[in-house]
């Protein structure tokens, strides 16, 4: 018996399944045009809601389906919305200042103390009222639309030196990838791949020091260098985000708390990439697209090999300094019933192929 697939089944599902016969009369068939092989009438669409669609994946690229206002939880991400209609939607639950609207309840957190903290929906309205549904419902669909169709996972960004429950200083990573500088310089630039996180952590160890010393030792020291920009400035329209998922319910509610612009307390790439700080951003894109945005430095990624060896890199540099890194990313407990059906029935059933 095959494994249950949880994304298969809604995505064949979600709508209804169409006949399984394409034809009234099988022996009595036109042919069939390959773009349309189910001989579907085309809809006649809206051309200013076409042009107000987000546009990410160019030619070829699937329509989303409407988002169902009712299914929305504190896991809904920008990237889910179909149009500005499917904004609409969401802060019409806003305007309503029901508290027990999807949307109020998916705004519901526990605090450290493990007590419910929930938002409030006057201040919340006050807020829609204040920037206008038209306004706001545009910006959503922009955040959505600069998403990458495949983001980067929060676990894979590195711990840097900066924030306040960061070990080090952001002279250090300075000094790590800029040669001749102090006591630091990593080997990025040869055939030297970065050490698995918590590989290490802190300087103690004698696998740190080689590693935050290693492009003093490759032959040329001067070769391991990236462009380091301390305390960079943007505004919020020229970054780029580069996690996908970003929630709406919790960026709307920092939002109405009056976050925009000011330090993102995250560190940026020399081209705008957003490397954490992304709910604040959002926030911000939802007030004031203009508004200018800080952070503790930008890093040249490029110089580094890309932004995945990079961050690889910069991941081990954050451990040596001491910042052990997430390996695995928090699990919302209502984020996904199928994946959990899916999970216990594959335990129950053995795999064959």
Avoid: C
């Amino acid at each position: 018996m095959k494994r249950f697939n949880s994304s298969k089944w809604i995505t064949e599902n979600k709508h209804g399944k169409l006949s399984e016969m394409k034809y009234d009369d099988p022996f009595n068939k036109k042919e069939e045009d390959p773009k349309n092989p189910m001989g579907i009438p085309e809809i006649e669409k809206d051309p200013d809601a076409q042009a107000a669609a987000p546009k990410k994946g160019g030619e070829g690229e699937k329509e989303k389906a409407p988002l169902d206002p009712a299914a929305i939880t504190n896991q809904t991400s920008y990237g889910e919305l179909s149009g500005e209609e499917d904004a609409k939607k969401i802060l019409s639950q806003l305007q309503s200042k029901d508290p027990n609207q999807p949307i109020f309840k998916a705004m519901e957190f526990k605090d450290d103390d493990g007590k419910t903290v929930k938002p409030d929906p006057e201040k919340i309205a006050k807020w829609v009222d204040g920037k206008g549904v038209d306004t706001l419902a545009k910006r959503m669909v922009a955040i959505g639309a600069a998403l990458p169709s495949t983001g980067l996972p929060k676990k894979d960004m590195p711990f840097l030196p900066g924030p306040k429950d960061a070990v080090g200083d952001v002279d250090d990573v300075e000094d790590a990838l800029t040669p001749g500088q102090g006591k630091y310089g990593v080997d990025f630039k040869e055939a030297v791949d970065a050490p698995s996180p918590n590989t290490f952590v802190g300087m103690k160890d004698k696998a740190a020091q080689d590693y935050m010393q290693s492009g003093e030792k490759d032959g040329d020291p001067m070769d391991d260098k990236a462009a380091f920009e301390k305390d960079p400035k943007i505004a919020a329209s020229a970054a780029k985000p580069t996690q996908s998922n970003i929630l709406i319910a919790k960026s709307i509610g920092m939002a109405a708390n009056g976050v925009e612009g000011g330090n993102l307390g995250a560190y940026f790439s020399t081209d705008n990439e957003i490397l954490d700080g992304h709910h604040r951003w959002a926030a911000t894109m939802l007030n004031n697209p203009g508004a200018e945005m800080g952070g503790f430095a930008a890093i040249d990624l490029k110089a580094m090999g890309g932004t995945k060896p990079a961050l690889k890199h910069l991941t081990a540099i954050g451990n040596a300094l001491g910042n052990k890194t997430k390996t695995s990313e928090a699990k919302d407990p209502r984020s996904s019933l199928y994946e959990q059906l899916e999970k216990h029935i594959n335990k129950l059933v053995p795999y064959k192929k």
